[in-house]
């Protein structure tokens, strides 16, 4: 599988979810002020607004995100993740965050992404098995490589929130 900035996804893309999504061309976390620990997610990037079409506008990323849950839950490292987790619920937020960060017609409301995946114990491998399982989504759909790779860029620096555990 492609190896590609592997500290990337929600992480992806929040997985479980994200942050506001504020009129500016940035997004703002749920919270922030008060909480004092929630983190800004992934921009709205009006540049990407080409690759939202790659990725096949909100339908594609609605079928992109059917397919990335069955991959996870296929997958023994994330399965555990999520085999007790309202899936709808969090390929609802993914794709909205998905679709806000490519500049698309969405916006999001979800949580930010250290309130989310708080005590969920985390790893480096745990979550490159889920961008792994990212990829192999878009890969099904045929969502160029070029694409994916700017995607992938902007939710990288989550990395950061979602692994929790050494």
Do not use: W
Not at 41 to 63: I, M, N, S, T
Not at 120 to 126: E, F, L, Y
Not at 155 to 164: C, D, E, N, S
């Amino acid at each position: 599988m492609y190896k590609t900035l592997p500290c990337i996804l929600l992480f992806a893309a929040g997985l479980l979810a994200g942050t506001t999504a504020s009129a500016q061309t940035t997004m703002q976390p749920a919270g922030s002020g008060a909480s004092g620990d929630a983190y800004p997610a992934a921009p709205r990037d009006p540049a990407l607004k080409p690759v939202f079409e790659q990725f096949g506008g909100k339908p594609g990323l609605v079928a992109l995100m059917n397919d990335f849950m069955d991959n996870l839950m296929a997958d023994p490292v994330t399965r555990p993740f999520f085999q007790y987790a309202d899936r709808e619920h969090i390929k609802a937020e993914l794709v909205d965050q998905f679709c806000v960060i490519l500049d698309g017609p969405c916006t999001y409301t979800g949580k930010d992404m250290a309130s989310v995946h708080r005590g969920m114990d985390v790893n480096r491998a745990d979550f490159n098995a889920l961008v792994e399982d990212l990829q192999k989504a878009m890969n099904k759909h045929d969502i160029p490589f070029r694409a994916q790779n700017k995607l992938l860029a902007k939710l990288a620096p989550m990395h950061r929130q979602i692994i929790t555990k050494p």
